[in-house]
């Protein structure tokens, strides 16, 4: 059996991620307040769920700034990969958060259509304004961080996201009922947010998902895999393949491999972890080695 580990990602991207999701968690946390009391005193629902959002935004960020905390902690003999995985967790959390929140200003926006209230648009377009600086600042400083390598990180950056569109829809509102009187574009700009933010939160759920099933990893392809490793001088098969995750940045190998009986064991992990590395950027694999004289060692008999 072989066995090799590596670490892909330094300590300065983890650092670069943790001060990206606490300054984004004060920034956001900071604005809510105001814009949830100035929603009530507007009577603005799209401020109102824009708020509700960023309620949202701002655990989704608390609970992502601790699961990259927790993250950093040492692999322990009980928790073998550590507590990267609480990152997946995070993430799912903040997936299903979204989820819940766009059907709730859904549920409001439909009823608001009956009969749309008056709204103070001029309030609501100040408060909306001074939003969209937060979030775009906000997403500026996710941005420093890995949002496309991290899933933890991108789904917070995708609130962020939601909560900017959420105030762009809120100005185009406030904008419609200041010059035409259309009250109802309050309820539509909250309709719209709501499936932006209901795609979005659809998206991070199912990564993280995929990883809790222990899903092959995106770009990954086992059957390409095993092709890879079966060209190998020496080897005549390769069965029983599982690639899995722990984060998505993260892939994990484990596999047996048939030798020739003649073969050098030694050589052979070599050369399949060196192509596990170079070809699928898969630094963590466990491998065990068969002869073909000898079979698989499962004690049914049989390996899958």
């Given at each position: 059996?072989?066995?090799?580990h590596?670490?892909?990602?330094?300590h300065?991207?983890?650092?670069?991620?943790k001060?990206a999701?606490?300054?984004?968690?004060?920034?956001?946390?900071a604005?809510?307040?105001?814009?949830?009391?100035?929603g009530f005193?507007t009577n603005?629902?799209?401020?109102?769920?824009?708020?509700g959002?960023?309620?949202s935004?701002?655990?989704?960020?608390?609970?992502?700034?601790a699961?990259?905390?927790?993250g950093?902690?040492k692999?322990t003999?009980?928790?073998s990969?550590?507590y990267r995985?609480?990152?997946?967790l995070?993430?799912a959390?903040?997936?299903?958060t979204l989820i819940?929140?766009?059907a709730?200003i859904m549920?409001?926006a439909v009823?608001r259509?009956?009969a749309p209230?008056?709204?103070?648009s001029?309030g609501m377009?100040?408060?909306?304004?001074i939003?969209?600086?937060v979030?775009?600042?906000a997403a500026?400083i996710?941005?420093?961080?890995?949002?496309d390598?991290n899933?933890n990180v991108?789904?917070?950056?995708?609130?962020v996201?939601?909560?900017m569109?959420?105030?762009?829809?809120?100005?185009?509102a406030?904008?419609l009922?200041m010059?035409?009187?259309?009250?109802?574009?309050?309820?539509?700009a909250?309709i719209?947010?709501?499936?932006?933010?209901?795609?979005?939160g659809?998206?991070?759920t199912?990564d993280?998902?995929?990883?809790?099933?222990e899903s092959?990893?995106?770009?990954?392809?086992?059957?390409e895999?095993?092709m890879?490793?079966e060209?190998l001088?020496?080897v005549?098969?390769v069965?029983d393949l599982h690639?899995?995750?722990?984060?998505?940045?993260?892939?994990?190998?484990?596999c047996h491999m048939?030798?020739q009986e003649q073969g050098?064991?030694d050589r052979?992990?070599h050369?399949a972890h060196?192509?596990?590395?170079?070809?699928f950027?898969?630094?963590?694999?466990t491998?065990?080695?068969e002869?073909?004289?000898?079979g698989?060692?499962s004690p049914?008999?049989t390996c899958?």
């Amino acid at each position: 059996m072989g066995h090799h580990h590596g670490h892909s990602h330094s300590h300065s991207h983890t650092s670069s991620n943790k001060k990206a999701l606490f300054w984004a968690f004060i920034l956001i946390t900071a604005f809510m307040a105001v814009e949830f009391i100035g929603g009530f005193l507007t009577n603005s629902l799209a401020l109102l769920s824009d708020a509700g959002h960023m309620l949202s935004d701002s655990a989704a960020l608390g609970l992502s700034f601790a699961a990259i905390l927790l993250g950093t902690r040492k692999a322990t003999g009980e928790k073998s990969f550590g507590y990267r995985r609480f990152e997946i967790l995070a993430a799912a959390v903040n997936g299903i958060t979204l989820i819940v929140i766009s059907a709730v200003i859904m549920f409001e926006a439909v009823r608001r259509f009956m009969a749309p209230p008056e709204v103070q648009s001029t309030g609501m377009l100040v408060i909306a304004v001074i939003g969209l600086i937060v979030n775009i600042a906000a997403a500026f400083i996710l941005m420093r961080g890995e949002k496309d390598d991290n899933l933890n990180v991108r789904s917070a950056f995708l609130h962020v996201i939601g909560d900017m569109l959420g105030s762009v829809g809120a100005i185009t509102a406030a904008l419609l009922m200041m010059l035409f009187g259309w009250w109802i574009a309050d309820p539509i700009a909250s309709i719209i947010v709501s499936i932006l933010v209901l795609v979005s939160g659809w998206r991070v759920t199912k990564d993280a998902a995929n990883v809790l099933m222990e899903s092959s990893p995106d770009g990954i392809d086992p059957e390409e895999v095993r092709m890879s490793l079966e060209q190998l001088d020496e080897v005549t098969d390769v069965h029983d393949l599982h690639i899995w995750s722990i984060t998505p940045d993260e892939p994990l190998l484990s596999c047996h491999m048939t030798i020739q009986e003649q073969g050098n064991p030694d050589r052979v992990l070599h050369r399949a972890h060196q192509i596990l590395h170079d070809k699928f950027s898969i630094e963590h694999s466990t491998i065990q080695l068969e002869t073909d004289g000898g079979g698989c060692p499962s004690p049914h008999g049989t390996c899958n």
